[in-house]
């Protein structure tokens, strides 16, 4: 059973690895070593270990929205009917069985959840309202905030 992330003690070629990686997920282990100055082996070893710990989550290939035919991204604001245990998880279960949500946060403040998601034009993002969101169980309220240019983005921590 894997230890809390949050346990781990990162040095500074732990920092050093988890930078390069970020920046370039496909590097050689070859590549990432001579980057950090570290020998091959010993550089398979730390990315093993940070992986092993739950400190590298998982290996991802980032999609172009747009590649796709995906040219909108909406940020949907939900407001739940009531916050009681069985209906917070009812709603999130099915926001974990719906594919189209990219994201779902639950919130502090004056609303309850933050979800992400990604559509081709106007009617797919309507389509997605009435057909998605609004049958998600026990949403009162949405309000969704349509990007129109995104400024910065990155999947990138500082380490």
């Known amino acids: 059973m894997r230890n809390d992330p949050a346990d781990v003690k990162l040095d500074s070629i732990d920092r050093a690895i988890l930078a390069e990686l ?56 939900i407001n739940l009917e009531t916050m009681s245990t069985p209906l917070l998880q009812a709603f999130e279960q099915a926001v974990r069985d719906e594919p189209e949500v990219l994201d779902c946060f639950y919130v502090a403040g004056s609303n309850d959840y933050l979800i992400r998601f990604a559509y081709r034009d106007a009617e797919d993002l309507e389509r997605f309202h009435a057909d998605v969101l609004m049958r998600l169980p026990n949403v009162a309220r949405t309000n969704s905030l349509l990007v129109l240019r995104t400024v910065k983005k990155t999947t990138a921590l500082p380490v």
């Open 22 to 77: 970020q920046a370039q997920g496909r590097l050689s282990n070859q590549e990432l070593a001579q980057r950090v100055h570290l020998s091959a082996s010993a550089c398979l070893r730390r990315v093993k270990a940070l992986e092993d710990s739950g400190v590298i989550a998982q290996y991802v290939a980032l999609v172009n929205p747009r590649a796709v035919g995906k040219h909108g991204i909406s940020y949907t604001i």
